[in-house]
């Protein structure tokens, strides 16, 4: 479908949202934006780009910016605190790896993109709902609503007011800060490093490269934690909390000395993807978890990638929603099951769990076929979710991709 002269209106400047607009933009779209934010700006600390969410920044041609700007991850490494018995010791396969990188540097090269795609922006809009029709709005905050669109996309992440349910909040969130890397060598370059004590704590170091050309290396940071302890947490203050890290995990210490936490709260849900009639959920506002897989920002994406090709591809927005969501599902219904399984074994208040994890995890990733399994589990890439997307169609020059041109002759 020729996508120039279309209108689409797209709920959330996030990860999602932003690589969408950007996407379909490129292919003469025209593309509005709204956000709650006074103006664009990212949430959280870092994270890891797997090789699925690679793939589609490599597609949007944004890849050797993101590789500049983070750091290469080989390794994920964990080890109990007491012992430091290795639990989880995972790879990645034939030479690949993962990148890790503040959410603040991939903010700014798709807000970027999205910039130099010609995609517009209504800032402090706060939306409310959908407002349902062949073409539909969003009706925001002020009482106001965006003009009639021929898609709506809610890509509001996992707070998003569409489908909100309160329930979908779990026990444990974590603090979360941005710190200075530390290159003394105690940490690895290429490694996110973890610590457990059962499954009712759990902390990491991640390094996440630069925020922007010329600035030092950062490290992320993170100390999970119920939250209804948060209050308690305050009150003994920061020297109780440095000394607490310094007992479970004496390295890091001085990362808690030099952080400024935020606390940050997960959910797990998968809503019905579809809010109308041309109108249709990407990302967390889809399917959020708990981090514990480390795939939110790379589904974010390949959402994103999945909509534009299916829309690139299908002659109507009704057969294109329909063919991304065939593209989508079951790589999504896999990892939410995974995540609601896997998610006790390391946030919980289980005592069994997590030592059938130590038992278990750790000794089945030294076992090749395990191990390969669990790689593929861990980055994403179990069930071919960038094969089912066909990236080829994100191209926005119109050319048919080569498989489609044979089909032709
Ligand atoms: C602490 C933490 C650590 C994480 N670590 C990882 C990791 O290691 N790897 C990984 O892959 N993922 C990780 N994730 C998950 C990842 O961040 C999310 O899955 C990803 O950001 C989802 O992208 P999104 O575009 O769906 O939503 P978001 O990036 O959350 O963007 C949502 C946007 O919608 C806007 N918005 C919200 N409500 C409204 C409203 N009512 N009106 C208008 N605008 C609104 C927000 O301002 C925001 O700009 C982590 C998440 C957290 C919180």
């Not at 990212?42 to 590789?67: H, R």
Request: charge should be positive.
């Amino acid at each position: 479908m020729k996508l120039a002269g279309f209108e689409i209106a797209i709920a959330g400047a996030g990860i999602g949202g932003l690589s969408l607009a950007a996407l379909l933009a490129r292919h003469g779209a025209t593309v509005t934006i709204y956000d709650q934010m006074a103006a664009p700006q990212p949430v959280g600390s870092g994270f890891v780009l797997q090789p699925t969410g690679s793939a589609v920044l490599s597609a949007m041609g944004l890849l050797d910016k993101v590789e500049q700007r983070g750091a290469r991850i080989r390794r994920m490494h964990g080890k109990l605190s007491t012992t430091r018995r290795t639990v989880l010791d995972v790879g990645y396969r034939n030479g690949a790896s993962g990148i890790a990188i503040q959410r603040v540097a991939l903010f700014d090269l798709l807000l970027d993109a999205a910039i130099a795609a010609g995609v517009g922006f209504e800032t402090a809009s706060r939306v409310t709902a959908i407002e349902p029709g062949v073409r539909p709005r969003l009706k925001l905050g002020n009482g106001k609503t965006s003009s009639a669109s021929d898609l709506v996309v809610d890509a509001m992440g996992a707070s998003s007011p569409i489908g909100y349910k309160s329930s979908t909040e779990l026990d444990y969130g974590a603090l979360w800060a941005t710190v200075p890397w530390d290159g003394s060598g105690v940490f690895r370059s290429d490694e996110l490093e973890q610590r457990y004590h059962r499954a009712s704590q759990m902390a990491g170091v991640l390094p996440v490269g630069t925020a922007k050309d010329g600035a030092a290396p950062m490290a992320t940071f993170f100390w999970s934690i119920r939250n209804k302890d948060m209050a308690a947490w305050r009150d003994a203050g920061r020297e109780a909390w440095i000394e607490a890290v310094h007992r479970f995990w004496p390295e890091a210490a001085h990362l808690a000395a030099a952080a400024e936490p935020v606390h940050a709260r997960y959910r797990h849900h998968t809503r019905l993807p579809l809010a109308a009639i041309n109108s249709v959920k990407i990302g967390d506002a889809w399917h959020a978890t708990s981090p514990q897989l480390g795939q939110g920002a790379n589904m974010a994406l390949l959402d994103a990638a999945s909509l534009c090709a299916a829309l690139a591809r299908e002659p109507s927005v009704s057969d294109a929603i329909a063919r991304h969501l065939r593209q989508r599902q079951l790589h999504i219904r896999f990892y939410q099951l995974l995540s609601r399984v896997l998610t006790p074994f390391y946030q919980s208040d289980s005592r069994l769990l997590p030592m059938s994890r130590d038992v278990m995890i750790g000794p089945a990733t030294k076992l090749p076929l395990l191990r390969n399994l669990i790689t593929t589990l861990v980055t994403g890439e179990l069930l071919d979710p960038v094969g089912r997307i066909g990236l080829e169609w994100l191209s926005p020059d119109g050319a048919l991709p080569m498989s489609d041109q044979t089909a032709l002759l």
